[in-house]
DNA sequence: TATTGTTATACTCTATAACTATA
DNA sequence: TATAGTTATAGAGTATAACAATA
């Protein structure tokens, strides 16, 4: 059995390259962690979201969810105020100098997501995206049935 | 910028997904970590082999294949012995407990593989393959440069 | 009793480098 | 001085569950 022939495995280290290669846009330039980037894209989407809008936007647990608002609360990049419809919740919202961060690093990461596509043709990349829905459908039944 | 639509978030879920599928097997039935695992195949390519050979056939750092191997050698699949040519370096080998383990793992890994592809035809699959070596050489540009 | 969000804990992974013994 | 392999340590990431406040 070739590792290098076997797809789960060039799947994963294609993942870690270009998590890597993304990742140092907004981890090596901006000291963010990637929880906290993915909770500001989602913070993005709207003005103000509850801290379980936050988790539905994303594939995080509500544990990381809570320690990235955490850490983007004492950056400055994040507010929260309590939901005046639920003592239990927040709202929360990028602040300022958090939508300004996040504005200039969204160009970036796409310029890297374009570079990191650019040998590939409109129809290869269909095909891609397709291939990895159905994969990724496989996969969960798999996970699903043990 | 929707994360969901954004390659390299697409790509960190799937490689997740399939890997969690994939290891399944191996983990969850056999007790072995992913570096054990990827440490077998590559001794199961040789009789034997040096420390060394091992670090070639597979991604991983030095340390990381001294503590599989270490695991390996505490749990009766693998035995090592001083290289007669090097002081420095050891011979490893794959003891017939590892050799039999590793031969029932591969079919199930393998069928693992063919159900989560179940759904590419023939064409789908040279573009997928054809699509990793490209964005791989595109990534690997993007983490030498910065 | 159930839910929102926080905190605690432990386990795995990863990264760096110091260390030993040979070469 | 360099190399093969080990050990130490610290930082992320992940998973589980206990917990306080509120519903």
Chains 1, 2 share one sequence.
């Not at 990637?34 to 894209?41: L, N, Q």
């Not at 509850?50 to 809570?66: A, C, H, P, Y």
């Not at 994969?135 to 969960?140: C, D, K, L, P, S």
């Amino acid at each position: 059995m070739d590792l290098d022939q076997f797809f789960p495995y060039q799947l994963a280290r294609l993942a870690e390259q270009v998590s890597l290669a993304t990742a140092q846009v907004y981890q090596t330039r901006f000291a963010l962690g990637r929880d906290e980037w993915r909770v500001m894209a989602a913070l993005a989407q709207a003005s103000e979201m509850k801290t379980s809008d936050v988790l539905g936007r994303t594939t995080m647990e509500k544990m990381q969810v809570s320690r990235a608002l955490a850490k983007l609360e004492r950056d400055g990049l994040v507010e929260r105020s309590p939901d005046p419809e639920d003592g239990r919740a927040y709202l929360v919202r990028l602040r300022p100098p958090g939508l300004a961060l996040y504005r200039k690093i969204v160009p970036m990461v796409q310029a890297r997501e374009e570079y990191l596509l650019s040998d590939l043709s409109e129809a290869e990349r269909k095909v891609l995206s397709a291939a990895f829905a159905k994969v990724g459908e496989r996969a969960r039944q798999l996970i699903r049935h043990g």
